[in-house]
């Protein structure tokens, strides 16, 4: 595969097209229909619980969110087919499928939002470090969780994310740079959604694609549909080979689209237009990924409005008892920062208790609705 595409060519590498339709029958994966349909379900209720925190952020609920919408595919690849007990997961920040096939509870993810750093600790997983919001740092951990990988003789895999912006950090450097030069088994996967927050891939990169940037490593790359599940699935299928068979690592870009917000602070309409948002909304991993089924009868509308009826449930419910069962001190948040309270931090302390006290008496309205 990654000679057939080798990133020079600038070739990006598909499987299924806007329809659905199977357009590269070659490299289509060995995979069976009850994995591509838990993929789907999968998928689906990720972007259900994606959405719905952007709604409770509209209602003061929760704090900034990063949303995934759109991008669901990408990492949703790794989801279906990672070792959940032994293959290492290195966040970025838009990987939902993945946290939750990992083992991460919505709890988790509603806490890590809410403010709760006890959240970053995915309760119940194993073999994931917290998400990461310092971007690109995560990179060289991978590279060191890698080699301590090779050094134990484990065939596992460490699958690391970082976005497009990403990439034009030291850090991404320092990390592709020893990966290869250690043969370490990590797998890059560069969400390429276009953006960085509202700056444009080719306003911070001359590089015609990201794939390329592997070549300087001597290292091998893909570009890959992100929006398409098949593709990434392959792609993703090969590296992992590839890298546990203790060939080295790999770095797959998976060209995608944020079909939301940067984070819920953010207005793209600043920076981008409606004409482009529809180009991509035709290319919605979902939708190509739902044609897929229909086509071969495995899934339908009358299904998919029953299942978003007990996940839209299921979610509020969680929701609720994370909201219920919160319990941090105003101080915690504040006493470790400095030896002595500043002015500022004495004002934002106010601040925050006023904040949590209207944000108690919402809850309050929400219970006795
Ligand atoms: C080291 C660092 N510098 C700057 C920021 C501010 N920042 C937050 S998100 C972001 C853009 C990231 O873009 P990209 O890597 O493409 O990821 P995306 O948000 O598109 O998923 C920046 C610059 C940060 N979080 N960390
Ligand atoms: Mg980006």
Known sequence: MF??????KGELFEVIDNKGNIINQ?????????TVLKAYKDMLFARTVDLMIVSYQRQ???YTYPPNYGQEAVSQAVASQVDVENDWVVPAFRELPLYLAKGAQLRDVFLMYMG???GASWSESKRMLPISVPIATQLPHAVGLGYALKMDKEKHVVYAFVGDGGTSTGDFHEAMNFAQVWKVPVVFIV??????????????SGADTIAVKAM?????????DGNDFFAMYSAVRDASDYAREGSGPVLIEAVTYRKGAHTTSDDPYKYRTKEEEEEWDKKDPLKRLKYYLMERELWNNKDEELLLKTFKKEIDQAFLDTENSMSYELNEVFDHLYADQLGDLIRQKKRYKEFMEWKAKRQESVQNK
């Not at 070659?26 to 009850?34: A, G, L, R, Y």
């Not at 969400?191 to 911070?204: E, K, L």
């Not at 300087?216 to 890959?224: D, E, L, N, P, Q």
């Open 191 to 204: 969400q390429n959604n276009q953006f960085a927050i509202s700056v444009p891939f080719n306003t911070q």
């Open 216 to 224: 300087g490593y001597g290292m091998k790359g893909i570009r890959v």
């Open 3 to 8: 000679e057939v595409y080798h990133p020079v």
């Open 60 to 62: 003061g609920r929760i």
């Open 26 to 34: 070659e490299w289509f994966p060995e995979i069976d229909d009850s």
């Open 116 to 118: 709760d750093e006890k």
